[in-house]
T-cell receptor, first 115, second 111 residues
Framework: EAGVAQSPRYKIIEKRQSVAFWCNPI?????LYWYQQILGQGPKLLIQ????????DSQLPKDRFSAERLKGVDSTLKIQPAKLEDSAVYLC?????????????FGQGTRLTVV | GDSVTQMEGPVTLSEEAFLTINCTYT??????LFWYVQYPGEGLQLLLK?????DKGSNKGFEATYRKETTSFHLEKGSVQVSDSAVYFC??????????FGAGTRLFVKA
């Protein structure tokens, strides 16, 4: 079974630039999550989709972050404009349903460095 | 609000030593508790879980018991191997569609 695919693996941008990350979840998984993992900290949920609808985006900085999941399959997370404090690993995860939210399968992540 | 606190790392052990990584939680309800492991360069993987008090989760020689009286879910392994070197995350899920992760504990195992 193919796992959660993310791209790119690494990205370096200057502050005020924009960047986009892509995630393809495991086939059949209705729930998709984006987490931000700052160095030395645990993952923090940014946004959660159930199919193509948003379930929770309470911790998403909506003035600069946006995410979409068209057709309920793959998803993109965008940052515009980026700040230095956005440097982190962005993890995508998917699960069969919200009742098993922690039984999620994670991608390898995208490491973003903002300079 | 709900939170998860883990012992700070890094933890450095020799091969075959006994491992304990402490984890405590605060929650308004009755959470399910989890341990995830992150090997170098990889994503997080679910290691074990327990969904109610006194449950014991186990996998790959690791164990953790859900202790409601001490609000703890400590991770243990009787004999660690070099291949166990990774970052370990404790997490809780109390519904509301949100999993809360601890800060992670890095484990180094020396041959």
């Amino acid at each position: 079974e193919a796992g959660v695919a993310q791209s790119p693996r690494y990205k370096i941008i200057e502050k005020r630039q924009s960047v986009a990350f892509w995630c393809n979840p495991i086939s059949g998984h209705a729930t998709l999550y984006w987490y931000q993992q700052i160095l030395g900290q645990g993952p923090k949920l940014l946004i959660q989709f159930q199919n193509n609808g948003v379930v929770d985006d309470s911790q998403l900085p909506k003035d600069r972050f946006s995410a979409e999941r068209l057709k309920g399959v793959d998803s993109t997370l965008k940052i515009q404009p980026a700040k230095l404090e956005d440097s982190a690993v962005y993890l995508c995860a998917s699960s069969l349903g919200t009742n098993s939210a922690a039984e999620a399968f994670f991608g390898q992540g995208t490491r973003l460095t903002v300079v | 609000g709900d939170s998860v606190t883990q012992m700070e790392g890094p933890v450095t052990l020799s091969e075959e030593a006994f491992l304990t990584i402490n984890c405590t939680y605060t929650a308004t309800g009755y959470p399910s508790l989890f341990w995830y492991v992150q090997y170098p360069g990889e994503g997080l993987q679910l290691l074990l879980k327990a969904t109610k008090a006194d449950d014991k989760g186990s996998n790959k020689g690791f164990e953790a018991t859900y202790r409601k009286e001490t609000t703890s879910f400590h991770l243990e392994k009787g004999s660690v191997q070099v291949s166990d070197s990774a970052v370990y995350f404790c997490a809780s899920y109390t519904g509301g569609f949100k999993t809360i992760f601890g800060a992670g504990t890095r484990l180094f195992v020396k041959a």
